[in-house]
């Protein structure tokens, strides 16, 4: 007997060791199967959550913010006591006296789980809330709230109380887009978070648990009612006294104004965030919390709308007034920096929100006679004087365009004979421009304008003088900026210097300016453009004050208007038309439909500017003539004009 009690004592100590090792064996397994794919806690010590990219002005003016989760982290220090405290008293009382989980909090949860017999409520602590957001999926499971608390119990262990509330409220969702404090304060108040009263404290530490239903941006008495409760779980243990619970009980929910939405400039914006997509790439852009500051002059750009909109509410106007079917017209205005290129202003449309195709960028358009300077500027380059006469007579040209005979003809179908370039430039005749075309090339042009800047395609044929290869209103805008910039070709660009989120520079513009055509070519045609002004087609742009030269554009059935021209700092083009290709009405030319809105824009944008010469090279001379018969006159001739001349080709015969 005694030695089957033995055996029996042996065996049943040998089942308990095995027992013992099965149920140490079944643990660890699982516990190594729970924790194998944990996050390591250290990554922490790396972590920058995504910021908000602030983009601005060249004068300082906040245009948008791009983000993926707007978030702006701040330091604990900056929160305000009410908003920490407030957290703590709804979110988990217990939060600076546990180790990571609250053990009556899961039992308590747990008995109103198996009595529901769903997940209804939670026992996540503010650091398990903290795990899941950083590390953890939302989805609801036993598995998930076992590695929630041992991810917990992690960074109770590596980080101190204040680091992981810091943490939390940089992190925590606020609803509608607001991720930390310092975005749920803009969001919410218009203010940063380390000015937050009482009462929005008590507002936004109400939020974490339901953002949606609690925003007051979709129900305010609810917000208020929850609010409230804030309050009261503050006053009960203590936070605040009796007087100033029941003072702020009663406020009402004061929000910041609404209409203070941002990106503003859209078009010029999105053109913007293209380029940087580019260069920068996606994840930079959106994460890194940078600063970048553009080339756009935020009183230009409302000049610019505000030109734009008047301008074609008038032509709107006319245009019931014809009786045109479904009018739309549509507009589109860029202005550049001569000096370096920088993008003053841009419109694309009339309406961002309606349509956010960018006609200034991205519409190739023909430009009707706006193309003219291009093929008198090479003239010039090629040895022309604008006192040389050209005929202005009717012709055919055999296989002129598409390698069919072609007989162009002049916007008033009347024909002046002999006249010099420079009046048949200023009165835009189309004749003298396709016969100088012949004279030239129409290979030789189409390769100058891209030399220029247009990077379109352009038709190799003789039409191509009258503007019928379509190109943007950006790129025809560039190339004329070449006369008054002493032949230099400028790049349009849009930002001008990008900081990191430390506010260090990591990249800044470098203007690239490129020779392109002679000083003295330049100087001329820029004077060639001003008898545009002074004596032709763009007349009603002369009481501006200052020394401006452009050209007007009108394509066949007025379909297209456009002026573009330039002061001796800017350089700015106009396009008007509708998307339908269809036509604005009859008579809505250039110098009608465009030339308004770009004196309008040009009139602020030169209204602070001390009036200026264009350049004129010391290889170049003045002299008074005649622009009619292109003989030189005495100083007091009537009808007489300033015409500038390479040295040693200027008439010598006086009239």
């Not at 308990?16 to 064996?25: D, Q, R, S, Y």
């Not at 790439?281 to 709308?305: D, F, M, N, P, V």
């Not at 018969?629 to 200027?650: C, E, H, N, Q, Y």
Request: proline share 4%.
């Amino acid at each position: 007997m005694e030695f089957m009690a033995k055996t029996l004592k042996k065996k049943t100590i040998i089942f308990l060791i095995f027992l013992g090792a099965t149920v140490c064996g079944i643990t660890t397994g699982a516990f190594l199967a729970l924790t194998h794919d944990l996050p390591q806690i250290r990554a922490l010590e790396d972590y920058r959550p995504s910021a908000i990219t602030r983009i601005y002005s060249a004068d300082k003016v906040l245009l948008t913010e791009l983000f993926l989760e707007k978030r702006e982290p701040v330091p604990i220090e900056v929160i305000p006591k009410y908003l920490k405290s407030a957290l703590v008293a709804t979110e988990d009382r217990s939060f600076y006296k546990h180790s990571g989980i609250d053990l009556k909090g899961i039992f308590r949860a747990i008995i109103k789980d198996l009595w529901a017999g769903e997940f209804v409520e939670g026992a996540s602590t503010i650091t398990q809330q903290l795990a899941k957001t950083l590390f953890l999926t939302p989805k609801k499971s036993l598995v998930r709230k076992i590695k929630e608390a041992i991810l917990a119990f992690q960074l109770e262990r590596r980080y101190t109380k204040d680091e992981i509330l810091e943490l939390y409220l940089n992190q925590v969702y606020f609803g509608s887009g607001a991720y930390g404090v310092e975005s749920a304060a803009g969001l919410f108040f218009g203010k940063s978070v380390k000015d937050l009263n009482l009462s929005e404290c008590a507002l936004i530490a109400a939020m974490p648990k339901a953002p949606s239903r609690y925003s007051p941006l979709i129900n305010q008495t609810l917000a208020k009612k929850r609010r409230n409760m804030v309050l009261k779980q503050m006053f009960q243990i203590g936070l605040i006294n009796e007087i100033t619970y029941q003072g702020t009980i009663d406020e009402p929910v004061v929000l910041k104004e609404k209409n203070q939405h941002l990106a503003k400039a859209p078009y010029f914006l999105e053109y913007v965030k293209k380029s940087l997509e580019t260069d920068l790439g996606s994840s930079l852009l959106y994460r890194e919390g940078l600063t970048i500051y553009t080339t756009l002059s935020y009183e230009l750009q409302k000049a610019a709308e505000d030109a734009i909109d008047n301008g074609l509410t008038a032509l709107g106007t006319r245009m019931q007034q014809q009786q045109i079917e479904n009018p739309d017209p549509q507009g589109a205005l860029v202005a550049l920096d001569l000096k370096t290129g920088g993008i003053l202003a841009m419109v694309g449309g009339k309406n961002f929100s309606q349509s956010a195709f960018n006609r200034a960028t991205m519409a190739r358009r023909q430009p009707g006679s706006a193309f003219k300077p291009i093929v008198y500027a090479l003239a010039i380059e090629k040895g022309f004087s604008q006192n040389q006469m050209i005929l202005d007579a009717p012709i055919v040209f055999k296989g002129g365009k598409d390698g069919k005979d072609w007989k162009p003809e002049n916007f008033s179908k009347k024909y002046r004979g002999e006249m010099t370039l420079r009046k048949a430039l200023a009165i835009s005749e189309n004749i003298p421009a396709v016969r100088l075309t012949e004279m030239l090339g129409s290979s030789s042009v189409a390769q100058f304008g891209q030399t220029l800047g247009i990077g379109s395609p352009l038709l190799q044929n003789l039409s191509l003088s009258l503007g019928t290869s379509g190109v943007t209103l950006t790129e025809l805008t560039s190339a004329y900026s070449v006369f008054p910039n002493q032949g230099k070709k400028i790049k349009p660009y849009g930002v001008m210097e990008i900081l990191d989120h430390s506010g260090r520079i990591i990249w800044y513009v470098k203007p690239e300016k490129k020779v392109v055509m002679s000083r003295a070519g330049a100087a001329i045609m820029t004077n060639m453009l001003q008898a545009v002004i002074n004596e032709g087609t763009g007349k009603k742009a002369r009481n501006l004050g200052h020394s401006i030269a452009g050209k007007t554009g009108t394509t066949n059935d007025y379909k297209d208007a456009l002026f573009v021209g330039f002061s001796p700092s800017i350089a700015a083009g106009v396009w008007v038309g509708q998307d339908a290709f269809t036509t604005l009405g009859k008579w809505e030319t250039g110098a009608k439909a465009a030339l308004p809105i770009w004196k309008e824009f040009m009139r602020t944008a030169l209204a602070d500017k001390p009036y200026q010469h264009f350049d004129i090279p010391d290889d170049v001379v003045q002299i008074r003539m005649d622009s009619t018969t292109g003989m030189r006159v005495s100083d007091d001739s009537p009808g007489a004009v300033i015409a500038l001349f390479k040295k040693g080709t200027a008439p010598t015969q006086h009239r």
